[in-house]
């Protein structure tokens, strides 16, 4: 599982409340990556982070800031929660190897905004 | 627009038959990955193919990429209810550390 968590697993909020979810990575990678996942468009990067508050703006990223404090956790807020919000939070990591990279996937967080 | 066209998009088969999902893009792929999803869980890290003419197999899975490094396929053989999940394809792009996904196959083997 490449050491990857994401907390909390499930959440229920209200609109116009913030939001903060948490990946946690054990293994000193330098990238991590943020996505939502919705029925009929896929995987959809929200932002990535390449370092220690270094941070970009993936394809969906309106409505979503992230922090980067140190290397083992990437935070994503939504400020003010949509019900456009509502889907599965999925995080990455980027690993390099011998056979070259890839990424891996964190369990999910699962997001409903009311 | 989605740069990365999977097909099909839900798949039924019998137990013990073969199966193949494609995934085109209209680029040059520089990085092909496979992935499967249970439903409801996180995505699992299947194979990645560079080379054009690449072809990488994991149990009863083969993961092809053509030559022109613009089209791959998955093909299963001998399916078996254990396969079932969504499949899904992505792509690195160049010169950046962004990825992009296709929507994803869905698949059920009926035992």
């Known amino acids: 599982d490449a050491g990857i968590t994401q907390s909390p697993r499930h959440k229920v909020t209200e609109t116009g409340t913030p939001v903060t979810l948490r990946c946690h990575q054990t293994e000193n990678h330098r990238y991590m990556y943020w996505y939502r996942q919705d029925p009929g468009h896929g995987l959809r990067l929200i932002h990535y982070?390449?370092?220690?508050?270094?941070?970009d703006k993936g394809e969906v990223s309106d409505g979503y800031s992230v922090s980067r404090s140190k290397t083992e956790d990437f935070l994503l807020t939504l400020e003010s929660a949509t019900s456009s919000q509502t889907s599965v939070y999925f995080c990455?990591?980027?690993?390099?190897?011998?056979?070259?990279?890839?990424?891996?996937f964190g369990p999910g967080t699962r997001l409903l905004v009311l | 627009s989605q740069e990365l066209e999977q097909s099909p998009q839900s798949l039924i088969v019998q137990e013990g038959k073969n199966l193949t999902i494609n995934c085109t893009s209209s680029k040059t792929l520089y990085g092909l990955y496979w992935y499967k999803q249970k439903y409801g869980e996180g995505l699992i890290f299947l194979m990645m193919l560079q080379k054009g003419g690449e072809e990488k197999s994991h149990e009863k899975i083969t993961a092809k990429l053509d030559e022109k490094k613009q089209q791959s396929s998955l093909h299963i053989t001998a399916s078996q209810p254990s396969h079932a999940g969504i499949y899904l394809c992505g792509a690195s792009r160049l010169l950046t550390y962004k990825y992009i996904f296709g929507t994803g196959t869905r698949l059920k083997v009926l035992a």
């Open positions: 990455a990591i980027r690993i390099t190897g011998n056979s070259g990279e890839t990424q891996y």
């Open positions: 982070s390449y370092g220690v508050k270094d941070t």
